[in-house]
């Protein structure tokens, strides 16, 4: 199908959570996921309209990147090693995995202007997924102020790919109250506007659970 006709499709989705939940549609932001499609899917979805583009790989963000240069907002959501962050930091506006000091001291060494990054956080406890524990996300916003170079936008997690939307409301809902407990600081480096949570499988209970920013790719453009 044509990414916009899919598109067409989530906004109709997103606007029936915002109103389960009392939310303005624009406070939803679409992340295109590239990862697994071609720079011309990808320029599809720019021309449906999307603004902001995702990629879990540095060589996936690199190509597409000198491609697309200057449309799209990149946001950078896989698991990031410390050694590459020199070769993405001037590539992308948002870091979705921050999930450790010294990832973010790194962060903080190679870029020339302010990132800014979303912790990871591991609310769901999968030993296979990574992200701080939920109870070790304050120490860590408090750690975060050594470093000028990094802004904490928000938070991200990634819930079990299950059917029990009792469990992922759950795991959405606590990801939430660890936002509103940063909020309650009133940190200038860490506002923490963003939750980045909800994928294609189950973006509209993110949604209703207050998601700002929402990752969809196959949902969206598809697998190639």
């Known amino acids: ?68 240069q200057g449309k799209p907002t990149w946001h950078f959501i896989g698991s990031l090693q410390t050694r590459k962050v020199k070769n993405i930091i001037d590539k992308v506006d948002y870091i979705h995995s921050l999930d450790r000091l010294s990832l973010a001291k790194e962060i903080n060494k190679r870029a020339n202007k302010k990132i800014k990054c979303l912790v990871q956080v591991n609310v769901s406890g999968e030993e296979s997924k990574h992200g701080l524990a939920p109870e070790e996300v304050m120490t860590f916003i408090d750690e975060i102020k050594q470093f000028p170079n990094i802004e904490i936008a928000g938070l991200m997690t990634m819930a079990p790919y299950i059917d029990n939307r009792e469990f992922l409301h759950e795991c959405f809902k606590k990801l939430r109250k660890i936002q509103l407990d940063i909020q309650k600081l009133e940190l200038e480096y860490a506002p923490c506007k963003e939750l980045s949570m909800g994928m294609s499988n189950d973006y509209a209970i993110a949604i209703e659970e207050g998601a700002t920013m929402v990752r969809i790719g196959t949902a969206l453009v598809g697998e190639e």
């Open 1 to 68: 199908m044509k990414v916009a006709d899919n598109l067409q499709t989530i906004n109709e989705t997103i606007v029936k959570a915002c109103e389960q939940s009392n939310r303005s549609p624009e406070e939803v932001k679409i992340i295109a996921v590239t990862k697994y499609v071609s720079i011309e899917r990808a320029k599809e979805a720019l021309n449906a309209g999307i603004v902001d583009l995702g990629e879990n790989r540095e060589e996936g963000l690199a190509a597409k990147w000198e491609a697309l």
